[in-house]
């Protein structure tokens, strides 16, 4: 399995020696909630135990890429 595929909030791939990494929650703003907040520990686990990731990109699905926490889901 392909690390990332499981990944749900945030979307994870590899191009050449750069991990990309998409918020993917484009219907809340990319709002971080506690899945997302769980798959980027992961992500970042992964980016800094993998010696052939040489940088990291963040971007954002959708027209925003990181509008903060979503509150409304608090326990989420």
Not at 21 to 33: E, F, K, M, Q, Y
Not at 50 to 65: N, Q
């Amino acid at each position: 399995m392909k690390f990332g595929s499981e990944f749900e909030a945030i979307n994870f791939e590899m191009d050449g020696a750069v991990a990309v990494i998409t918020l993917n929650r484009p219907d809340n703003a990319n709002s971080l909630n506690a899945q997302m907040s769980e798959e980027l520990l992961k992500a970042a686990t992964h980016c800094d135990s993998d010696p052939s990731i040489r940088a990291v990109v963040f971007t954002g699905a959708g027209k925003d890429v990181f509008c903060g926490r979503r509150f409304a889901c608090i326990s989420c």
